[in-house]
């Protein structure tokens, strides 16, 4: 089912402006793990975590004993530090590389207590992608680990894909609150039984009844539909990742899931092959379009963008082959068609992992050595800074750390690019509309009209978007001022399915004359929405280009045969 939120039509009414207003006050100063936005990238932050061949983090490194490269190019580090665990003698410590001795003179100052980058851990629970048992026990461990390690300053949030994001308990302080919606996420649905119901079937019936027409539809079918499910998994972890980019900390995601494919529909499409022959009716049903690499790629990249890192957690653990299992002793599969198959899966997950410089966890049922081992790295590592070569390409750009010592190990996230206008803007959008992460220099206010009936339960719905004209932003450009709004719409159902984020550009140009006049008149826009009939979230942005300036608000909408109307409790 396709998502209830589409943009359709949008309409400037009145295109005002004013001069940059020189009294307007100055923008306060964001507070630690608030959501901002970055405008200017001066220096590129990588996190960085070495390891002996123990496995265990190396302390002391010095600045000159680590080399970056990017595009397999030396870059000078500009900025150096190391973030160690807590010790006996005292909290957690930011350490700076050494700087030069200074002259003998009185003893210095008792140092102010180092500071500790705040840690946001997000826990993501890939419903459609689980099966309830796997699911329930790794649940079970992490609630003794969160209890065991997250302390009164870290921050955690739980969120669920149930073909839809669900945001269960949102950022907090501390695991308050968080053991009873871990528990309420154990006894949700999980589709990870369903499919491979509807994967034995198909496998028995290719056994049965070979390459027959019917069946290789059956398989085309199948296969598509298996891709679909997996793209939207990778679109909602990336609309996830994504709302994630102003947030100024130390961000981290455990995804927990059952696996990942690179390519959907590959294990019937084994034993199609393997009945079929080479030559059969595979390659016209695959022809490369069941490849979900580009797409994991992207979730990566945008994962990169945002510093976020990927903990990924098997949750199946040790698993049977299909071909050893009783229900399968006639053979469907061979054990290295099995083998095959796992490694599909498990692919997925580690690619995540380590293209974000984290960690895969699989083929265990004990997840709690490998969670002891996480939270060690989180709050262990070197944090290096350098000035990219090139600047607004929108290019992605690989990064690569080396360590002069020998016998260690390093991990980080694999690339780099610098976000667009585009990409911050869609990020401040979903971090309101994920996170509540609301802001309104503008003083915009949200209005919705008389929809009109385009189909059954769907209907095109006026907003109406409403500010004080003297908060915008115009520069004088002959005789007339000009200046640059972006407008951004997104939306949810209550289902959790959220839409894909839409912006528009809007140019302003105001006659020099008509300025006064226009200056004391309101600024408003209208968009028309299509909404299917019910509750859904609309998550609205206006970002003013020159003042770099934004508001993003989040209203719940009720449509019905009554009208639309906003509805704080339609808000999710």
């Known amino acids: 089912m396709r998502p209830s939120l589409i943009l359709a039509v949008l309409a400037a009414l009145l295109m005002p402006g004013h001069p940059a207003a020189a009294g307007q006050p100055p923008p306060t100063a964001p507070t630690e793990g608030s959501f901002t936005e970055s405008v200017d990238v001066l220096v590129v932050n990588v996190e960085v975590y070495v390891t002996d061949r123990s496995g265990q983090p190396v302390p002391g490194l010095r600045r000159e004993e680590l080399e970056v490269l990017e595009d397999g190019r030396p870059v000078e580090v500009v900025n ?47 419903n459609a992608n689980l099966r309830p048992a796997s699911r329930n026990r790794v649940l079970s461990q992490l609630r003794e680990f969160l209890r065991a390690q997250v302390r009164p300053e870290d921050r955690v949030m739980l969120v669920t894909n149930d073909l839809g994001l669900h945001v269960r308990h949102p950022f907090s302080s501390g695991t308050a609150g968080l053991d009873e919606e871990l528990g309420k996420v154990s006894r949700l649905a999980a589709q990870g039984a369903l499919q491979d119901m509807a994967t034995r079937r198909l496998l028995s019936r290719i056994h049965e009844d070979g390459c027959r027409d019917d069946v290789v539809d059956e398989v085309r079918a199948h296969t598509y539909g298996v891709y679909n499910e997996a793209a939207l998994t990778l679109a909602n972890l990336q ?32 034993l199609l092959k393997e009945v079929c022959g080479d030559s059969g009716p595979v390659n016209k049903i695959v022809g490369g379009l069941n490849d979900l ?44 068609m099995d083998a095959a198959n796992l490694g599909n899966l498990q692919d997925g997950l580690f690619n995540l992992a380590d293209e974000t410089g984290g960690r895969a966890v699989l083929n265990t049922h004990d997840l709690a050595p490998a969670l002891t081992r996480i939270a060690g790295e989180l709050r262990s590592y070197y944090s290096l800074g350098y000035t990219p070569r090139q600047r607004g390409d929108g290019r992605v750009h690989d990064i690569k750390v080396r360590v002069k010592r020998e016998g260690l190990q390093v991990r980080h996230r694999s690339t780099y690019r610098e976000a667009s206008l585009e990409d911050r803007l869609r990020g401040r959008l979903m971090a309101a509309l994920l996170h509540g992460a609301e802001e309104n220099p503008l003083d915009v206010t949200v209005e919705v009209g008389t929809p009109e009936k385009q189909a059954k339960n769907r209907w095109l719905v006026p907003v109406r978007l409403r500010m004080p004209t003297e908060r915008l932003t115009f520069l004088p450009q002959g005789d007339q001022y000009e200046g640059k709004l972006w407008i951004v719409v997104g939306g949810r159902d209550a289902e959790g399915r959220t839409t894909p984020v839409r912006q528009v550009a809007v140019p302003l140009r105001v006659p020099g004359a008509e300025m006064a006049a226009v200056a ?23 970002q003013d280009e020159i003042a770099r300036s934004g508001s993003f608000l989040v209203r719940g909408v009720r449509v019905d045969k009554g009208g639309a109307r906003l509805d704080p409790a339609a808000r999710r």
């Open 520 to 542: 004391r008149k309101p600024f408003v826009y209208e968009l028309k929405l299509e909404m299917r009939s019910g509750e859904q979230t609309l998550a609205v942005g206006i």
């Open 293 to 336: 690499s580009p797409r994991l790629r992207r979730l990566t990249t945008a994962a990169n963008a945002s510093r976020v890192t990927f903990y990924a957690l098997e949750a199946q653990g040790v698993r049977n082959f299909t071909s050893s299992t009783v229900e399968h002793a006639q053979g469907f599969l061979t054990p290295e």
């Open 80 to 126: 150096f530090s190391e973030v160690t665990e807590v010790t006996e003698s005292g909290p957690s410590a930011v350490s700076e590389s050494p700087a030069p001795a200074a002259p003998a003179g009185p003893a210095p100052a008792e140092p102010a207590p180092a500071f500790r980058p705040p840690l946001h851990l997000a826990v993501y629970v890939d």
């Open 239 to 270: 609309s996830f990742v994504e709302s994630l980019a102003g947030l100024d900390a130390r961000k981290a995601v455990l995804y927990v899931s059952d696996g990942l494919p690179l390519y959907a529909g590959d294990e019937v499409l084994r």
